[in-house]
């Protein structure tokens, strides 16, 4: 573990390239996708802090978007040069929020999934619909972790995710495997309210940005990600085929064919 709190996989040579993982992740999530970034670039695949193999948090535990960015910052703050950062869902959020903090550590900037819909009009066709859905899935969630049911609140979430029912059951073995053994950050990811992160603040950005989607994700993804890209400048948008809100296991080898043509650009 890095004196940041995040635990790393570093292998390959070359520029820098972060990867940091979205709610009840670790870096297990991103091997597929590092494996083919590799043969052209130096991959280091974080752990964020409280999650696996890190230490689990405790009840009173600060969990935020700003503190988890402090970690983050921390370790580019590291590199003499800036770093390409890529963030999926919770983790585009904190990258998000580096990038915006010190943008001059960040070679570019890829947004998997982001999260931030403060940027979203609340008259955006479908929004509203999906506001109260994301409304009644946190309010499940949060009543199973106070029954202690975290494992239960963890599948609820990612029912949720990726719109359906059954959506936690059709994940790839290991990857719920992966989610479970996170189950104790279920709650602390709801401790406290996405960053307000204003349309202002991303047309300031000047990083060069990448926002993707998986072509079948749910309407409140799809529309952060439409918002996040219109409001920053020269960003690029993209949709992943094959995959809904977890594209970067459903389908690892179009996300990181994206990647390595956004790169290389930079």
């Not at 819909?117 to 899935?137: H, K, L, N, T």
């Not at 969630?141 to 059709?170: H, I, N, P, T, Y």
């Not at 990448?210 to 079948?216: E, F, T």
Request: proline share 7%; with cysteine.
């Amino acid at each position: 573990m890095l004196g940041s709190g995040l635990a790393v996989v570093e292998n390959g040579q070359g520029p820098a390239v972060i990867l940091v993982h979205g709610a009840l992740g670790d870096y297990r999530q991103w091997l597929s996708i590092s494996e083919r970034l590799e043969p052209q670039y130096r991959v280091l695949a974080v752990s964020r802090r409280y999650h696996w193999p890190n230490p689990s948090p405790s009840p009173d535990a600060l969990y935020s978007y700003e503190s988890h960015r402090d970690d983050l910052l921390e370790l580019l703050r590291s590199f003499a040069d800036p770093v390409h950062l890529v963030g999926h869902s919770y983790g585009a959020g904190v990258a998000l929020l580096a990038a915006l903090g010190e943008p001059a550590r960040v070679r570019s900037l890829t947004l998997i999934e982001p999260a931030i819909a403060s940027v979203v009009s609340a008259a955006a066709p479908g929004f509203e619909p999906e506001v109260v859905s994301r409304a009644a899935m946190v309010a499940a969630v949060q009543a199973f972790v106070r029954a202690r049911q975290d494992e239960r609140g963890a599948e609820a979430l990612f029912d949720w995710l990726q719109g359906g029912e059954a959506g936690f059951k059709k994940l790839p073995e290991p990857v719920k495997e992966g989610l479970l053994a996170n189950a104790a950050t279920v709650g602390p990811t709801f401790s406290s309210p996405a960053p307000h992160v204003t349309c202002d603040q991303l047309r300031s950005l000047g990083v060069p940005t990448l926002v993707a989607n998986g072509a079948l994700t749910r309407v409140w993804y799809r529309l952060v990600g439409e918002a996040i890209g219109d409001c920053t400048a020269g960003a690029q948008v993209a949709e992943i085929p094959g995959g809904r809100h977890m594209v970067i296991v459903e389908n690892p080898a179009a996300t990181a064919a994206l990647l390595l043509s956004f790169l290389l650009r930079y």
